[in-house]
C-alpha cells in the first residue's frame, strides 16, 4: 500500500515535470491554465478593526501562476492577505451616566427563537461598548447568574460586519475565489477560554468591553474581559482537553447558538472575583495532564495550547470593578405561588449596605462560604439528619436541585421530565437548615431551617407559566438551591474580599 | 531447552510491543469496570497521594492530586471498580475517568436530550448534571471553582453497598 502511494506520487511529479516543460515549450494546447482559487482566513471572527491572514490556495496546468490579487468588501487587504476588518458600528446606546445600582431581571421564557421557551432564568440586558467609545450594543436576554464569574456573550448576537475576501488570479482574471470573515463589536485577544459549567461548557476567544446598563446607570465596569462564546463552525475548534471535561463529551458544547445556550449570554455575579484565580495564574501552562484541565489557551491558528492568565486579564466579575457598590449584589424576585407565575420582574442591585437599598439587616441570616477547598462556596445544608457540606445558592439553576429519589423517597417524572421531581403527593413540604462552614467544614453561625415545597413538574410545565417556586429535581449529594429558592426573598452574594458595613468579609450568601 | 526457547522469546516480544500499543492506546484512569489494580496508574498519572481504606463491602481507593482535586474509586471484593468520585475546583477529564462508558454516557445525553425536544413541553433543565440510564448513573453538581460527582454502575455495585455511599 505504502509503496504503491510512493510511485503514485513519482508518476505525479514526472507528469507535473513533463508539463511543466512543455509549458515552456510554448506549445498551444500546453499553455498554462488556472483551474481554482481557494480562500481561507485565519482567524475567521476578528474584533473592530483586527486582522485576520488570509492566503489563496491556486490550482492549475502547466506553468502557471500563483499570484493572486487581494480585495475585501469591507476594511482594507494588504498585497500579502492580511485583512485589517473595518471598524463595526454599535445599534446601541451606551449606559450609565446616572447613579441607580437598581437593574432590572424578568423571568420569561427567554430569547427567541427557543424550541420551548425557558423556565425560571432570570435576564437582564447588558450594555457592552468597544473600550473607551460611545460604540455600544445593548444586549437583551442575558441570563443572571450568582454560579459563575464574568461575562460572557454568544458571539452571533454581538452587532457584526461581514467581510467578504477575494483572491484573483492574476494570471486569469476570471478565476477567483472568496471567504468570509466576521468581524464583530468588541475588540478580541488571542487568548481563548474553556469554560465548564455542571452541566455543560462554553468555548472563545476573550474580548474587551465597557460593561455598562441602562437600569443602573450608576456602575461601570470599564475595559473588561469578556468571553465571546464562538460555535464549533468558528476557528479555533474546542480541543479535547476542554470538550473531555463535561460528562457530555461533544454534544455538551452549548456555544453553538442561542438556542442552545438558552440565553444571548451570561452574567455572572458570583461570589468570587474572577473565574478561575490562583489556579490560572500559575498552573495555565502545565495544564492538560489529568486532573489538571486547561481553562485559558493561546492558539495559532486551530493549534491550542495551555497558558497562564493574570488574574485581572481573566473574564472577571464586573462588580469588582464598580465604583462604590462593589461588594456583591442583591437579588429581589417577587413571591410566586404554588403552581407559578408568568413573567415575573425583580431587580438586580448592586452593593451590599452601600445604598438605602441594599442593606444587609438582621432579619437576613448570613451564611458564610470558604474561598478555597474543594468546599469552596459551600455551606452546609442539613436534611432528614444528614449534612451536606458542598450545598451552595445560585441563580443560574433554574431549580431546586436536591439529592435523589433513594435519599427522598421523591419519585422523578416520567419521560421526557426524567431529570425533574414529581412527588406523589404533590405539593410536598419539606424542611432542612442551612448553616456557613469554614475552610475546614466547620459550621460557622446557627443552623437556620428552611421550608420549602416541591410540586409535580410535568403539571408545572403544562402551564404557560415561567417561574416556579416549587420546581425541583434530583442532585448529586448537595443542595443546589436555584432560582425557585430565590421568589420572595431578598438574596444578598458578597463577593470574596469584600468589604461589608456590619458583617463579616466576603465571601458569604444572606437571605 | 534451547530449541523450543526461541518460539517462547519471540511471542514475549511481541506480547511486549502488544502491550505497548495497549498501554499507549489505554484511557489514562482505571476507568468505571476496570480492575483496581490500575488504581496505581491513576495515582501515577495524577502525581497523587493514595489513601486505601477497607469499608464495609467494598474498598476505597482516594487519590488526592497537588492541586487538591481528588477522585475515589470504588472497588468490589472481586476487584472491579463499580464506582467513581471525583471534587475539586474544575470537572475531571470524563473521558479518562470514564474509559469505555464515557461513549454510552454520551449516547444517553443525546437521546434525553432528542427526546426532551421531541415532546417540546419539556423545559431544559440548568443547572447539575443528572444522567439516570439502566447501565450508568452520573450526576455532577457544583459551580464555578467547585465541582464534584459521582459515577456508578447499578449492575456492579456489590449487594449491601448503596449508591449513596459513592460520594
Known amino acids: ?511 | 531447552m534451547k530449541l523450543p526457547d526461541t518460539a517462547p522469546a519471540q511471542k514475549q516480544k511481541w506480547m511486549l510491543a502488544g502491550a505497548l500499543v495497549l498501554a499507549l492506546c489505554a484511557p489514562a484512569f482505571a476507568a468505571l469496570g476496570d480492575n483496581a489494580s490500575s488504581v496505581l496508574t491513576d495515582q501515577a498519572r495524577m502525581k497523587g497521594t493514595l489513601r486505601q481504606t477497607d469499608k464495609q463491602g467494598y474498598v476505597l481507593h482516594e487519590i488526592a492530586a497537588p492541586t487538591g482535586a481528588k477522585v475515589r474509586e470504588y472497588a468490589s471484593p472481586s476487584g472491579v471498580i463499580f464506582g467513581v468520585a471525583w471534587e475539586g475546583q474544575f470537572p475531571p477529564n470524563f473521558q479518562e475517568l470514564l474509559g469505555p462508558y464515557y461513549q454510552q454516557l454520551q449516547n444517553a445525553i443525546a437521546q434525553q436530550k432528542s427526546a426532551a425536544e421531541a415532546s417540546g413541553q419539556a423545559p431544559r433543565r440548568r443547572g447539575p448534571a443528572y444522567v439516570e440510564t439502566p447501565g450508568l448513573v452520573l450526576v455532577q453538581t457544583g459551580h464555578m471553582h467547585s465541582f464534584h460527582g459521582q459515577a456508578y454502575i447499578p449492575q456492579l455495585v456489590p449487594t449491601g453497598v448503596q449508591p449513596s455511599d459513592i460520594r
Not at chain 1, 42 to 58: D, I, K
Not at chain 1, 215 to 233: K, L, Y
Not at chain 1, 305 to 328: C, E, K, R, W, Y
Not at chain 1, 345 to 367: E, P, V
Request: proline share 6%; aromatic share 8%; hydrophobic share 35%.
Open chain 1, 1 to 511: 500500500m505504502i509503496v504503491r502511494k510512493i510511485a503514485l506520487l513519482l508518476a505525479t511529479g514526472s507528469i507535473f515535470v513533463l508539463g511543466a516543460c512543455g509549458g515552456s515549450g510554448g506549445g498551444g494546447s500546453n499553455s498554462p491554465t488556472i483551474t481554482s482559487v481557494n480562500v481561507s482566513c485565519t482567524p475567521n471572527l476578528v474584533g473592530s478593526g483586527g486582522s485576520a491572514q488570509c492566503s489563496a490556495a491556486v490550482s492549475g496546468t502547466g506553468s502557471f501562476s500563483t499570484a493572486v490579487t487581494w480585495t475585501a468588501s469591507a476594511g482594507s487587504i494588504s498585497s500579502s492577505g492580511v485583512l485589517t476588518a473595518p471598524a463595526v458600528a454599535g445599534t446601541g446606546t451606551p449606559g450609565g451616566g446616572g447613579t441607580s445600582n437598581v437593574q432590572p431581571i424578568v423571568v420569561d421564557s427567554g430569547p427567541q427563537p427557543q424550541t420551548f421557551g425557558a423556565v425560571n432564568v432570570a435576564y437582564t440586558t447588558v450594555t457592552v461598548c468597544a473600550p473607551g467609545t460611545n460604540n455600544c450594543q445593548n444586549i437583551d436576554h442575558v441570563q443572571v447568574d450568582t454560579g459563575s464569574e464574568g461575562l460572557r456573550l454568544i458571539a452571533g448576537v454581538l452587532d457584526s460586519a461581514s467581510v467578504t475576501v477575494t483572491a484573483t488570479s492574476t494570471q486569469d482574471m476570471t478565476k477567483s475565489g472568496t471567504a468570509s470573515v466576521t468581524a464583530t463589536l468588541l475588540p478580541l485577544s488571542s487568548v481563548n477560554e474553556c469554560l465548564v459549567f455542571a452541566d455543560g461548557y462554553v468555548w472563545g476567544p476573550v474580548g474587551a468591553a465597557d460593561i455598562s446598563f441602562a437600569g443602573a446607570t450608576g456602575e461601570t465596569s470599564p475595559s473588561t474581559p469578556v468571553q465571546i462564546i464562538i460555535p464549533s463552525s468558528v476557528a479555533p475548534a474546542v480541543p479535547s482537553s476542554c470538550s473531555s471535561q463535561n460528562p457530555s463529551g461533544g454534544a455538551g458544547n452549548e456555544g453553538g447558538s442561542v438556542m442552545a445556550f438558552g440565553a444571548n449570554g451570561i452574567l455572572g455575579v458570583g461570589p468570587f472575583q474572577t473565574d478561575c484565580g490562583g489556579y490560572c495564574v500559575q498552573e495555565g501552562m502545565s495544564c492538560g495532564s489529568s486532573n489538571q484541565p486547561c481553562v485559558y489557551y493561546t492558539c495559532s491558528g486551530s493549534t491550542c495550547s495551555g497558558t497562564n492568565v493574570a488574574l485581572n486579564q481573566q473574564v472577571f466579575n464586573p462588580v469588582i470593578a464598580f465604583g462604590i457598590d462593589n461588594n456583591g449584589v442583591l437579588i429581589q424576585l417577587p413571591s410566586v405561588p404554588n403552581g407559578g407565575s408568568q413573567n415575573p420582574t425583580g431587580s438586580l442591585i448592586f452593593g451590599i449596605s452601600t445604598q438605602s437599598n441594599n442593606k444587609l439587616t438582621l432579619a437576613n441570616n448570613l451564611y458564610q462560604i470558604p474561598d478555597t477547598g474543594n468546599n469552596a462556596g459551600d455551606f452546609i445544608t442539613t436534611f432528614n439528619g444528614q449534612s451536606y457540606s458542598q450545598s451552595f445558592i445560585d441563580s443560574g439553576s433554574n431549580g431546586l436541585f436536591f439529592l435523589d429519589t433513594s435519599t427522598t423517597g421523591i419519585p422523578t417524572c416520567a419521560s421526557p421530565n426524567q431529570p425533574w421531581y414529581c412527588p406523589n403527593t404533590s405539593p410536598d413540604s419539606l424542611t432542612a437548615t442551612n448553616q456557613g462552614q469554614n475552610s475546614s467544614g466547620q459550621g460557622v453561625g446557627p443552623a437556620v431551617p428552611v421550608s420549602f415545597t416541591v410540586e409535580d413538574a410535568t403539571t408545572l410545565f403544562s402551564t404557560n407559566n415561567t417561574a416556579f417556586s416549587t420546581l425541583a429535581g434530583p442532585n448529586a449529594g448537595a443542595f443546589d438551591w436555584g432560582l425557585s429558592f430565590f421568589y420572595g426573598r431578598n438574596m444578598f452574594t458578597a463577593i470574596d474580599g469584600a468589604i461589608v458595613s456590619g458583617a463579616p468579609n466576603g465571601p458569604f450568601f444572606a437571605y
